[in-house]
């Protein structure tokens, strides 16, 4: 169709909504991508009559004159066989491209892109080309065509930067360019590396300004509009600026009354006014070209219906203009480094330079948190109090810290997720690199969850959250004490390379103490080799314990230390070390300081960690030792290090293709189920979406009365069972709907009539279903999340999985680790190893089982609950018994004005 205005509803503009997308550029500017409409007609031709003559010449092989049928032509597009986007910037368009069908190739499109002249360079084409190929992917393509002129070269450089895989052959000076549009590995990881630059380049606006504004600066010492303008004027190496219409000066620094009117360019504005003066000051901001805001004020989305209209309009300001705001309702932000001194919060303490970034989300805990930072000493790269995460979130701050060579430990304090699927994508990339480190608030379940399946049943959100971190690598704490325990000893030492760990003291409480933290959390305290006891016991008195913890008696004095944390240290059976000192004579404390840290010297690698009295956190005179006031908190972060540690140790893992899938089967039966209205397949639909993906399941057949029963048991073969079918019944074993090992015709009859007497007109008919002896049973479940976003279960199965709830989950698409992991998590795991007498069972077909479900929710998005309960794990191979499959129309994705990576 051509997109007639006349011709299109609000279920039309509905749908192309779910395409929108803000993306960052290369420069860090923002920009709205967006499908073309009907009414952008005389934006598209304002854009074109804009453009350069040889921009237009690249674009159309000549210089056209775009009037009447020639730009109808351009906005002719049907949204299947054709696609065109635009770039939106502040109401005005300044980017087109679209794609559209090959006739004689149905699953190619030729694709042609044209960009403003003033914008060409920053990214624009290649942001466009990754969104339609997407859609395009969507639609059915597997790949584009392009024609580019030969002297075209940032076109052709697009193409052959994307990551994807591009052939080109040149015709009288004209490159035939073909891209094939698989996301292939290579483009994953050249578009997440697009994405970080990106993310960085927009935050350095943020946290690297020149000048910086403060709104709504006040004279009066104890407001937060002097806190902050003092604050800023101490150690800012850039200018700041006072606005405020209440004094022409502050603190002898000229005032003026409004953003715009101060000379010269402004990169920051810190707004700390009345919220419903905020859009006044973003616009004036705007106006005068300011590359960032921070929004202190308060009064937004936090606040309920009102506020969030006031937080939304907001968005809408920043996103137009192509500018990044920290806000609202935070604390600001710090940026330590030397060269900048950017100390744009109200709080009374700045952190000392260092190698650690922190966010927070809450904006009151802020200054409490700053002022533990400082009793730990503890140096801070830059800090973040994100508020509301209206524009910038974690994800954005995340790529920043990964490009930031003065950030080596990331610390992020929770309270929601804003897209936790790729929070999860950016997280287990960085922190291959660099540890990520997490508080989440809201372990606590509210309620449950209204499900009618196991998996929905069992998916309590801080389950998933944990399986995320997990999945991940990201180190999740229990309390901000931990946080930053965790992230002190990171921020110090190397992760430990393994769970071994080496405690030294000189008291057997505090010893004995720290080997039950390590036992409780994952630890081991291996026994020391031979040669260290020896050489432990040439020089310690003979009432000293050379076993492990080795307890060296009060008596203990610096070259004790010394010697003994050396020889523990090179010790092949030790992964890390924990030194715990209590000072009989305080006079001796300080040479025994140094002596851990002499032995320390030559840790080769290892981790050691101390509980020294009179000396928390990062004490100068152990530096860099990290030090810790009792030893369960030391032990505790040793372990949470290990366990990352051995995360970023093991190979990232890689999700495999199947050549025994069996798409369109698949696609088949879920398109049928939609179109009379969605809702549970029956068993046997739901078997044949499985067994489409290559999911061996026990042969089952509906029956409607008792003769038709006894034949589809004959034609499968005895022994069988019996199940109960009909639209009321959810779960069949809880209406006794089940009959097991039926060996003869009137066993099956007679079952089929029992179960019709006993549940009547709730019985609408029965599976008969193979019989499946032996093997471990276990769930296997998927969920469509509204949060998380599609996941993937694996537990314990059975009739008592609800009562049981041993159940693991992980965010898809899972990788080969993924699923080996989640099959190895839940307790009942240990039963596929074999227990008590049983054989061990096919562990590795499981496995197999849980990568091919995630291809399932991958090609059928529709699935929005699945059970298969019991799949049986045998000795060889897998056998789903029982499947339950809901699915439904996929609904557009909620407008959002998120950036997208």
Not at 276 to 289: E, M, Q, R, S
Not at 577 to 585: K, S
Not at 752 to 775: E, H
């Amino acid at each position: 169709m051509t997109p007639d205005q006349s011709a299109f509803n609000e279920a039309d503009f509905e749908f192309l909504m779910q395409y929108d997308s803000d993306v960052v550029l290369r420069d860090g500017s923002t920009l709205h991508l967006r499908p073309i409409r009907p009414d952008d007609k005389a934006g598209v031709l304002e854009f074109y009559r804009r453009l350069s003559s040889q921009s237009l010449y690249f674009r159309f092989f000549t210089v056209p004159k775009l009037e009447g049928e020639k730009l109808d032509a351009l906005l002719s597009v049907d949204y299947e066989r054709q696609f065109a986007m635009v770039g939106d910037l502040g109401g005005r368009i300044v980017a087109v491209a679209g794609y559209s069908r090959v006739e004689a190739s149905p699953d190619r499109a030729e694709v042609a892109f044209a960009i403003a002249d003033a914008l060409q360079g920053r990214g624009v084409g290649t942001r466009l080309l990754e969104r339609l190929a997407a859609i395009a992917r969507e639609q059915g393509f597997t790949a584009f065509d392009a024609y580019v002129l030969g002297e075209n070269r940032r076109m052709m450089d697009v193409f052959l930067d994307s990551g994807y895989e591009v052939t080109r052959r040149l015709d009288g000076g004209i490159f035939h360019v073909a891209l094939s549009l698989e996301e292939t590995e290579a483009y994953q990881e050249r578009a997440a590396a697009r994405a970080q630059e990106a993310a960085s380049a927009s935050m350095k606006r943020l946290f690297e300004p020149s000048v910086v504004a403060v709104v709504g600066a006040s004279r009066t010492r104890g407001k937060i509009g002097a806190e902050l303008f003092y604050n800023l004027r101490d150690g800012f190496t850039g200018t700041v600026v006072p606005v405020t219409t209440g004094a022409v000066a502050v603190d002898g620094v000229t005032a003026y009354p409004s953003v715009s009117a101060i000379p010269g360019p402004v990169d920051l504005a810190v707004i700390v006014v009345p919220s419903a003066a905020v859009l006044g000051v973003v616009d004036d901001c705007l106006a005068k070209g300011v590359k960032g805001v921070v929004v202190i004020t308060a009064g937004f989305s936090e606040t309920g219906p009102k506020g969030r209209e006031r937080e939304a309009a907001l968005v809408e300001r920043i996103r137009a203009a192509g500018i990044r705001m920290i806000g609202p309702n935070c604390m600001g932000i710090i940026n330590t480094d030397p060269a900048v001194g950017l100390n744009a919060t109200f709080s009374p303490l700045c952190p000392r330079p260092g190698n650690v970034a922190m966010m927070t989300q809450s904006g009151a805990l802020g200054v409490a948190i700053l002022d533990y930072i400082s009793r730990l000493n503890l140096g801070i790269s830059t800090f973040v109090s994100a508020g509301n995460k209206a524009d910038v979130s974690g994800n954005d701050l995340i790529q920043f810290w990964a490009e930031d060579p003065r950030t080596s430990v990331i610390l992020l304090y929770l309270e929601s997720f804003g897209n936790p699927r790729k929070f999860s994508e950016i997280a287990r990339r960085v922190g291959r690199e660099k540890p990520i480190v997490v508080v989440k608030s809201g372990r606590s379940r509210a309620g449950q969850r209204a499900a009618s399946s196991h998996t929905g049943a069992l998916a309590a959100s801080d389950a998933i959250a944990d399986a995320l971190f997990r999945q991940a690598g990201v180190i999740r704490t229990d309390t901000f004490e931990e946080l930053f325990d965790v992230g002190m000893l990171l921020a110090h030492q190397p992760p430990p390379r393994g769970p071994r760990l080496a405690i030294l003291t000189n008291a057997g409480g505090p010893g004995i103490l720290a080997a039950d933290a390590c036992e409780a959390n994952g630890l081991e305290l291996p026994t020391l080799g031979d040669e260290t006891v020896a050489a432990l016991r040439a020089f310690l008195p003979e009432a000293a314990s050379v076993a492990n913890p080795v307890d060296m008696l009060a008596s203990a004095g610096p070259e004790e230390y010394r010697n003994a944390l050396q020889l523990l240290l090179a010790d092949d059976r030790v992964d890390a070390a924990l030194v715990i000192y209590i000072p009989p004579v305080l006079a001796e404390a300080d040479a025994v300081a140094a002596a851990i840290v002499d032995g320390a010297r030559e840790a080769g690698g290892k981790a050691v960690a101390a509980t020294f009295m009179g000396a928390e956190g990062a004490a100068p005179k152990l530096a860099p030792i990290p030090a810790y006031m009792f030893p369960e908190s030391a032990a505790i972060a040793m372990a949470r290090a290990a366990a990352y540690g051995a995360w970023r140790a093991r190979p990232a893992g890689r999700s495999p293709e199947f050549d025994n899938v069996r798409s369109d089967r698949a696609r088949r039966v879920i398109e049928e189920t939609i179109a009379r209205g969605g809702g549970w397949l029956t068993l046997v639909e739901a078997q044949e979406v499985a067994a489409a993906f290559g999911i061996p399941v026990a042969t089952a057949r509906m029956a409607g009365t008792a003769d038709e029963a006894v034949a589809a048991a004959s034609a499968i073969g005895y022994p069988v069972a019996l199940k109960a079918a009909g639209p009321t019944i959810v779960h069949k074993s809880d209406v006794g709907g089940v009959r097991l090992n039926l060996r003869d015709a009137d066993a099956v009859a007679g079952a089929f009539r029992s179960l019709a007497r006993k549940l009547r007109d709730r019985m609408t008919g029965a599976f008969v279903q193979q019989m499946v002896p032996g093997g471990v049973e276990i769930l296997i479940g998927g969920l469509d999340d509204p949060t998380f976003g599609p996941l993937v279960a694996c537990g314990s199965g059975g009739v008592l999985v609800d009562l049981i709830g041993d159940t693991a989950f992980r965010i898809h698409p899972l990788t080969d680790a993924d699923a080996a992991d989640l099959a190895h998590e839940f307790k009942g795991s240990a039963l596929l190893e074999g227990y008590r007498g049983s054989g061990a069972v096919d562990t590795g077909a499981l496995v197999q089982t849980l990568l091919r479900v995630s291809v399932m929710l991958e090609v059928c998005p529709e699935i929005q609950e699945l059970d298969m309960n019991p799949v049986k794990v045998l000795p060889q191979g897998v056998r789903a018994v029982d499947i339950r499959m809901r699915v439904d129309r996929r609904a557009p994705r909620p407008r959002a004005r998120r950036i997208q990576y």
